[in-house]
């Protein structure tokens, strides 16, 4: 089988690089192992939020030149600044294209409120989300009845810091008591998939409405919509006073959503989704990429023109620590970042953890080595990649999404496909 290029992974970094790429036509498949993070994440994306040094940054594209300082093997740093910002808006039209919703510009962070009801300052959120400044002066949380990965008590007690009146409830909606029963079924995918039925939303209004007239704002667990981003608008006017949602812990509706929506566009525009598939083995030539071989394609050799390598980090398995230090599994990549075992964590669990920052190593046009080679078919986006910790500097989604459209972009210029 022959593509013109063939994607690993299909999260965030590879769906946004493939998509790009059909646009202009290129023949592309993706090839993924399962769930990505994604399936975990808030639904908000983070372009940067802090700097290496903990300053907060307001305004991303204006801190890009002390990152560089700070950080020069940063994914930004190497890509340079003019590109960052050009993929940044590239990435806000390209998920436009996909009719995914999102409030929030790359010219400014805004914050977002958290399922713990405190601030985080972050590029992109879903319409339902809450941000601050928050305009109500009286606000209703509302929890689940025996849902236990959204605590009321635990967002009321943060929003109240801000002089806000805050008083939490509880829905019951017997409609969810199969659910009920087994706690461990009890999760934020499972009540969407059910809330997201048109009967059960003419009963959760109802339980809403009782709730809506003592105040300004309803905010709910993220237990809706998990296809359809119009269903909290639908249930939203037919309330007196304002509903938000607020992301729950894993697995997540908004992020789901997102997800869904990427690979919809990939298919739609006539590229091949390889799911449950795993990359096995590789053919190596010259400098060169010259097949891959995957779990279901184990004799077929599945050959492109360019490879992208978009696996995502420890997480997804694009990085494994061994007892023999930190390896990237399906080339055996060269890996940058702290390589011994002992420098791979600090004891204060909350500081900034080293082991985040390892991956693969890149030079400015995102092309990893093997053995201090070149492989000049072969570009690593996303996560996979050395030089950021998404967690302290609020930098993952803008670094998939930025390098998933500088790769595509060279891979267009290379062929004269154009824009
Ligand atoms: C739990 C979690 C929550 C996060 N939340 C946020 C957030 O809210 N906002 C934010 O901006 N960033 C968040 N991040 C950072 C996140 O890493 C990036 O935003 C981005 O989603 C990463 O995308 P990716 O495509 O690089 O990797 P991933 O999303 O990890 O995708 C990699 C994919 O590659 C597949 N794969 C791996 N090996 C193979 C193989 N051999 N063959 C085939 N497929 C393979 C995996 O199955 C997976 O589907 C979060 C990260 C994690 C781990």
């Known amino acids: 089988m022959k593509f013109d290029n063939l994607i690993i992974g299909g999260g965030l970094a590879g769906l946004v690089c493939g998509i790009r790429l059909a646009e202009a036509g290129q023949r592309c498949a993706i090839i993924s192992r399962g769930q990505s993070a994604l399936h975990f994440s808030s639904g908000s994306l983070d372009l940067l939020a802090e700097l290496p040094d903990g300053s907060p940054v307001n305004f991303p594209l204006q801190a890009l030149e002390a990152l560089k300082q700070q950080a020069p093997e940063h994914p930004y740093s190497l890509m340079g600044a003019d590109n960052v910002s050009r993929y940044a808006a590239d990435s806000e039209a390209l998920l436009a294209r996909c009719n995914i919703t999102l409030q929030g510009s790359y010219q400014q962070n805004h914050q977002r409120i958290t399922p713990l009801g405190t601030q985080r300052a972050t590029w992109l959120s879903p319409e339902e989300i809450p941000t601050a400044p928050l305009p109500w002066k009286h606000i209703t949380v509302v929890g689940i009845a025996g849902f236990l990965d959204f605590q009321p008590e635990l967002v009321a007690g943060s929003l109240a810091e801000n002089n806000i009146a805050v008083q939490t409830a509880e829905l019951t909606l017997p409609a969810l008591d199969t659910l009920r029963n087994n706690p461990s079924e009890f999760r934020a ?107 279901n394609h184990a004799e077929i050799p599945l050959r492109a023109t360019s490879y992208i390598l978009a696996s995502g980090s420890f997480f997804s398995n694009g990085l494994e620590a061994k007892f023999s230090g930190i390896r990237e599994p399906i080339f055996g990549l060269d890996i940058r970042g702290p390589l011994l075992r002992e420098e791979w964590c600090k004891e204060d669990f909350f500081c900034p953890q080293p082991y985040l920052q390892a991956g693969v190593g890149i030079d400015e046009y995102f092309h990893p080595t093997l053995a201090g080679q070149r492989i000049e078919n072969l570009y690593a986006i996303g996560s996979v990649l050395a030089g950021f ?8 989604a803008g670094v998939s999404m930025t390098g998933a459209l500088h790769v595509a972009q060279q891979i267009l210029d290379s062929k004269g496909a154009g824009a």
Request: proline content about 7%.
């Open 189 to 295: 995918a499972n009540i969407a998939r059910l809330l997201d039925m048109p009967e059960q939303q003419l009963l959760l209004i109802k339980e809403l409405k009782a709730l809506a007239n003592k105040t300004d704002a309803l905010f709910l667990p993220a237990c809706l919509g998990s296809h359809d981003e119009k269903i909290w608008q639908t249930i939203s006017r037919e309330l007196p006073c304002q509903l938000r949602l607020l992301p729950t812990l894993p697995p997540s509706v908004l992020g789901m959503r997102m997800y869904h929506q990427l690979h919809r566009r990939f298919q739609q525009l006539k590229g091949i989704m390889m799911p449950g598939d795993a990359v096995l083995n590789t053919k190596m030539g010259q400098n060169n990429v010259s097949a891959i071989f995957t779990r």
């Open 389 to 396: 910790d998404p967690l302290q500097q609020g930098c993952g």
